[in-house]
T-cell receptor
């Protein structure tokens, strides 16, 4: 079965420092990967999807099939980036499979 | 559009009581999902529906949990009897499909506390 692993439950960084939220997946095919984010007192929402190759709020994520990873990166963290981040995977027509999430705390 | 609507937002009940959580998906969305969020297990898919029909309920923890979708605009998740370990945030989400390009839209969640 496909699985998504986010090894860090909590990640604390200082404002202005680079951020990398790790995500690894186990699936032998060609999955589609996503990052969802939940800001304080807001709904869980889509941040970005790998097929779009987009940068959202300064965040990017590259799918590395060799390492089966989809790490989320931002060069300079902002206080407003503090949130819960979930990596998720879709295989074929099955619903999203989420990792356990990483709480990012950006310290001023 | 108010998005996905869930009620109640908070529920506190005693062990053994029946709990019913409600969800109204975004109009026109064919898929509805129920998730449970806990610190230990993260976000778990409990069950999902397509056109009001349950497709996969393998994530439902046990027989105490049941879900229905009587029509395209309403779904319920029921726990009977409730237990303290059911305490969690329950999310409902809807989408136009499950393919890559179909974003899931989440409700605000129901925080359930079972004493």
């Amino acid at each position: 079965a496909q699985r998504v692993t986010q090894p860090e439950k909590l990640l604390s960084v200082f404002k202005g420092a680079p951020v990398e939220l790790k995500c690894n997946y186990s699936y032998s095919g060609s999955p589609e990967l996503f990052w969802y984010v939940q800001y304080s007192r807001q709904r869980l929402q889509l941040l970005l999807r790998h097929i779009s190759r987009e940068s959202i709020k300064g965040f990017t994520a590259d799918l590395n099939k060799g390492e089966t990873s989809f790490h989320l990166k931002k060069p300079f963290a902002q206080e407003e980036d503090s949130a819960m981040y979930y990596c998720a995977l879709i295989r074929g027509n099955t619903p999203l499979v989420f990792g356990k999430g990483t709480r990012l705390s950006v310290i001023a | 559009d108010a998005g996905v609507i869930q009620s109640p937002r908070h529920e506190v009940t005693e062990m053994g009581q029946e709990v019913t959580l409600r969800c109204k998906p975004i109009s026109g969305h064919d898929y509805l999902f129920w998730y449970r969020q806990t610190m230990m297990r993260g976000l778990e898919l409990l069950i999902y529906f397509n056109n009001n029909v349950p497709i996969d309920d393998s994530g439902m923890p046990e027989d105490r949990f049941s879900a229905k979708m009587p029509n395209a605009s309403f779904s319920t998740l029921k726990i009977q009897p409730s237990e303290p370990r059911d305490s969690a945030v329950y999310f409902c989400a809807s989408s136009l499909g499950v393919q890559t390009y179909n974003e899931q839209f989440f409700g605000p969640g129901t925080r359930l506390t079972v004493l």
